[in-house]
């Protein structure tokens, strides 16, 4: 490899050198995979096959499953290829294909995010105009834009990164093919590529925040203005879920992202990874099922509307 400034492949960092802790490693990565599937799966089911959830709220929910399903699909399964076969390599259109997925599925679920808040927000402080606002083709078109900008941004992302030159070791530090671990292995000059994540990364990431903060600001001001106390407590219950997955998204990434050097270590590294790429699509569909009562009626409906549909 160090006379190659493009490697054919790369090598994944294994969990463990014992072959038994590898087995436990890939059952439990395997448990978490399908528990995500199946949470997710569920999600998109009861929405589908209930009416009365056939509403922008609800069609952005099934939008994020797909997107947490994508984003667990992109490094989990490979993860648990290595442990069971010990072979952690990983070729360079793979590497490639995985950041590129990464970035996308990532990037789009902040993306949606920010989008369901503005749906909240209209939905409580804009009750009477909410239909004309959020009509359906806004809806698509927020979803359309939510890929394609994303699309772009990873393709950015990508390009940038794979213009760097692997001239020298080709093991990534990292469970996956992550960006800064590619950075810390090229033999080229990263400071460009560096300033450049933490840029769109500051800027992407202040506005969704920034933009999510005032409008539940707007939201919390106008649920204290409703007079009775079961209005109030509805109109929270809708935002408390949506809250609690930004809070957990954002947190899981920013530590990820922009946690400074000195917590940088491969033990750490490895925590940070699993927290955004890991947790989120596996708890995202426990907190609506847990917040939303429509949600569960919904999910406990399932296998009496699949009944219905076969018969």
């Not at 917040?291 to 399932?302: E, G, M, P, T």
């Amino acid at each position: 490899m160090a006379n190659q400034s493009t490697p054919t492949v790369f090598l994944l960092m294994t969990f463990s050198n014992d072959h038994d802790a590898q087995i436990l490693h890939s059952v439990m990565f395997l448990f978490i995979y399908l528990t995500a599937l199946v949470g997710n799966s569920l999600i998109f089911t009861a929405v589908a096959l209930d009416h009365h959830l056939h509403s922008p709220m609800y069609f952005f929910l099934i939008n994020l499953s797909l997107f947490d399903v994508c984003s667990i699909s992109t490094t989990v399964p490979k993860s648990i290829a290595i442990s069971l076969t010990s072979n952690n390599m990983i070729s360079f259109a793979g590497c490639v294909t995985q950041v590129f997925l990464v970035v996308t599925f990532v990037g789009g679920e902040l993306a949606l995010l920010t989008v369901m808040a503005y749906d909240r927000f209209v939905a409580i402080c804009h009750p009477l105009q909410y239909t004309l606002i959020m009509n359906w083709n806004v809806c698509m078109q927020m979803i359309a834009a939510s890929w394609i900008s994303n699309l772009i941004h990873a393709a950015m992302e990508t390009s940038f990164t794979f213009m760097l030159n692997f001239c020298g070791t080709n093991i990534i530090g990292q469970y996956f093919c992550d960006i800064p671990q590619l950075q810390n292995i090229s033999c080229s000059d990263t400071k460009v590529n560096q300033v450049l994540i933490l840029v769109l990364g500051l800027f992407i990431g202040s506005f969704c925040f920034a933009f999510i903060f005032a409008t539940y600001g707007y939201i919390f001001s106008a649920v204290l203005r409703i007079p009775s106390v079961r209005g109030r407590y509805k109109a929270f219950s809708t935002c408390t879920p949506h809250l609690t997955v930004f809070s957990l998204f954002i947190t899981t990434t920013a530590f990820s992202y922009m946690r400074p050097k000195a917590l940088s270590s491969p033990t750490v590294n490895l925590v940070a990874a699993v927290l955004y790429t890991v947790v989120p699509p596996v708890l995202n569909p426990i907190i609506y099922s847990l917040r939303n009562k429509d949600i569960q009626l919904a999910v406990w409906k399932i296998p009496r509307k699949l009944k219905h549909l076969i018969a």
